[in-house]
């Protein structure tokens, strides 16, 4: 699990970033966007670099935890 702090300001913000989550086909098996706490889900076998890279291309992001 990939636990992203990402600046969500609006709906808009959180479609960009699961347009790029979503792509990643085969290594994600899910994730979330939580608009609220500015914070984004990612399970699955992605490394946690790739998907700080992949959000990275629309909003800033850093990584928060990871496991």
């Known amino acids: 699990m990939v636990v992203l702090r990402v600046p969500l300001h609006c709906n808009g913000c959180a479609r960009k970033v699961e347009k790029h989550i979503s792509k990643m086909r085969g290594i994600v098996t899910s994730y979330q966007v939580d608009l609220e706490n500015k914070e984004v889900v990612v399970t699955g076998d992605a490394l946690p670099f790739?998907?700080?890279?992949?959000?990275?291309?629309?909003?800033?992001?850093?990584l928060w935890e990871f496991s």
């Open 50 to 62: 790739e998907v700080l890279e992949s959000v990275s291309k629309v909003k800033n992001a850093e």
